[in-house]
């Protein structure tokens, strides 16, 4: 198992790294406003490795094992400690389209049982329609703020390590680390 998440790892960075060398790779032909152009390229490259990112990391997770050990953690925790984990993450996912949250249930009142429930019946499907449906400049606006954080020049290209960092932080997050 390990050595196919290596060697998705790897074909992911070797992807990342010939979109980053393309920059924008619709801009400048001549046709449209080059910024708006551009712009749409760089979300669409970001956004694509990210979730080719996280639907290779999906791919490759035992999804009975991880879903066992997100509710065991949940069953763990008291209802104040799940509100404020709670808060913070739906601080992240409140700047997703009011379609996608109507859809998945994403709201400020979820509680530790729906949590459960919700993660009881989730399947690797479920999870992949949930990473389509997050708007690509959702996405970009999370790598770009990440970015910032880190203190990494937004008018060059991100390197590979960072966006290998950056998903490392979201793999982070999403485990409760």
Excluded at 113 to 127: C, P
Excluded at 132 to 137: C, G, L, M
Aim: proline content about 3%.
């Amino acid at each position: 198992m390990d050595r196919i998440r290596l060697y998705f790892i790897a074909l992911a960075v070797i992807v990342f790294s010939l979109f980053l060398g393309q920059e924008a790779p619709c801009a400048g032909e001549g046709k449209g406003n080059n910024v708006s152009d551009g712009q749409a390229s760089k979300e669409l490259v970001v956004s694509t490795v990210v979730k080719l990112f996280a639907k290779g990391y999906i791919a490759v997770t035992d999804i009975d094992k991880a879903k066992k050990n997100n509710i065991a953690k949940l069953e763990k925790m008291d209802d104040q400690e799940f509100r404020q984990k709670y808060t913070a993450i739906y601080g992240d996912m409140k700047g997703l389209p009011q379609d996608v949250k109507d859809t998945y249930g994403i709201d400020e009142k979820m509680d530790r049982y729906l949590a459960i429930k919700k993660i009881q019946s989730a399947s690797k499907k479920d999870l992949y329609a949930v990473i389509d449906s997050i708007p690509d400049p959702f996405i970009v606006k999370h790598f770009e703020v990440y970015l910032v954080e880190k203190g990494v020049d937004l008018k060059k290209s991100p390197s590979t390590r960072e966006a290998v960092l950056f998903w490392n932080n979201i793999r982070k997050k999403l485990a409760g680390e």
